[in-house]
């Protein structure tokens, strides 16, 4: 049944070497098979590969990120969609109605666009491209931002609409 309350959060436990609960549900997103421990060497190594970048780097700025978990979360903050449009039939014709996405649905959104901006690059290793695009959505840049940018342009157009959302 389709909306039910789950304890799937309250049962979630945090990430071993961060303890970001965050973080193990992307892990648990990234997760194909029940192989976790294949997920959590890909985040990891793509986290180990962000703070190298870091040491390389050094961002300037008060609000830089200072550890490869900041940008990790910069990233998702960057991404995070704030609305969406659904299909709404009225009178026989379709409309794209923009709605506001919930907390959830945003981070899922958030989750599943990153991730889908990495399995598209096929060829590179996993862990290589989410370092990339990790770093690339923490400074608005990247797939997943773009794909974030497109949603918004698409419920801006559709504003005329927005009278059929409740």
């Not at 997103?29 to 390389?56: F, N, P, S, T, W």
């Not at 919930?102 to 958030?110: D, E, I």
Request: one cysteine or more; glycine letters at 4%; aromatic letters at 6%.
């Amino acid at each position: 049944m389709a909306g039910r309350i789950t304890k799937s959060e309250s049962q979630l436990k945090p990430d071993p070497k961060f303890g970001d609960k965050v973080l193990a549900k992307f892990i648990n997103c990234i997760m194909k098979d029940g192989k976790k421990a294949v997920a959590q060497r890909v985040i990891y190594d793509a986290l180990d590969q962000l703070e190298a970048r870091l040491k390389k780097e050094k961002p300037t700025g008060d609000d830089a990120p200072k550890s490869a978990i900041e940008v990790f979360h910069k990233a998702l903050e960057n991404v995070r969609p704030n609305v969406e449009v659904r299909s709404k039939r009225v009178g026989g014709a379709n409309y794209q109605v923009p709605m506001p996405v919930n907390a959830r649905r945003r981070q899922s959104l958030t989750f599943r666009w990153i991730i889908t901006a990495c399995r598209a690059e096929k060829g590179k290793p996993m862990a290589r491209c989410l370092s990339k695009e990790l770093w690339d959505a923490s400074k608005n840049e990247g797939k997943a931002v773009n794909t974030r940018e497109q949603t918004h342009r698409m419920a801006e157009a559709n504003k005329a609409f927005s009278h059929f959302a409740f």
